[in-house]
């Protein structure tokens, strides 16, 4: 399209060139907070066979699927309904519900739980978590490059972290409130990556106060800055204002899906603003330090989840 603000980024650069690679990918975040990457060597059948028991839970009866709502969870696993996450600031609440996956492993403080009605659910989510979580990695390295740290740098701070994997969908129809399906918003954590952003309607809100349509090629990855690494980078890279509208034309009347990874550091992690990025020109806007743990409640609370 004429009107897109992003180019795919190949990650098979990084293989040939990580430099070359870190030093686009970083120009983009900088620049917008998003980056889209073409060539992430996630399979084709991981993804679809997630995508589809997505879709099969989600056609299930509502009290089925209610069924699965964690109390206490804060929604961070299992079932959330439609209409209960709300941006912050917003009067509506966005018009989705969603399935989240967590790391598995007896030291999580809430469990996974898996829907009985789809078998091969918990093996298709878990596959695909672990693919994000390898690609997260991936471009966690190049961002540390870009920023004149060691690649290695965030490996300590993801380890074991409160990554998750949200199934989401959004139904069709016209619902009271808006055309908006997610209100605009930033994202709680470190980076997230975005799978089936190729369906219309994902809009990111430029520096001018414009909205512009993400609008990548079929198959990519679209990845953008959270609220914890746009604080430890002192806003150098930045967390955009983004959101999800209805299309419009025949799709305004088809469900939409996508499932974001969003990428969490570990709850101890102490996000303190980099060195490197305090200057003269920009001093350090978060002097305060706090813990990924501590900043997630927060804003569990402000979206309504908690």
Not at 21 to 29: M, P, T, V
Not at 187 to 200: F, H, S, V, W, Y
Not at 252 to 276: N, V
């Amino acid at each position: 399209m004429a009107d897109r603000i992003l180019d795919p980024i190949s990650l098979r650069l990084a293989d040939t060139d990580a430099l070359a690679f870190s030093d686009l990918l970083g120009r983009d975040f900088q620049a917008h907070g998003f980056a889209i990457v073409s060539d992430h060597g996630l399979g084709e059948q991981i993804i679809q066979a997630a995508l589809e028991d997505a879709r099969t839970f989600f056609a299930l009866p509502e009290a089925i699927k209610h069924s699965y709502r964690i109390a206490g969870a804060a929604g961070q696993r299992g079932y959330t309904p439609f209409g209960v996450e709300t941006a912050r600031d917003a009067v509506w609440a966005d018009l989705k519900e969603f399935w989240h996956v967590g790391r598995e492993g007896s030291g999580q403080s809430i469990p996974n739980v898996w829907p009985r009605e789809a078998p091969a659910f918990r093996a298709s989510a878990l596959g695909l978590y672990d693919a994000l979580e390898t690609l997260g990695g991936v471009i966690l390295a190049g961002i540390a490059r870009y920023l004149s740290l060691p690649p290695s740098y965030f490996q300590a701070a993801v380890a074991d972290g409160d990554s998750i994997l949200r199934l989401l969908h959004y139904p069709p129809g016209e619902f009271e409130g808006a055309a908006v399906r997610a209100g605009a918003h930033e994202d709680i954590n470190a980076i997230t990556l975005l799978l089936g952003a190729e369906e219309a309607g994902l809009q990111i809100l430029d520096r001018e106060g414009v909205w512009r349509p993400i609008d990548p090629p079929p198959g990519c990855v679209v990845v953008n800055i959270g609220d914890m690494l746009s604080r430890l980078t002192n806003e150098v890279l930045p967390s955009t204002t983004h959101r999800v509208v209805n299309p419009q034309g025949v799709r305004r009347a088809a469900a939409r899906y996508s499932m974001p990874f969003f990428l969490h550091f570990r709850p101890d992690f102490r996000i303190e603003t980099l060195p490197g990025c305090i200057t003269a020109d920009r001093p350090n806007r978060f002097p305060q330090a706090i813990t990924a743990g501590d900043f997630l409640k927060i804003r569990l609370a402000e979206i309504k989840l908690a």
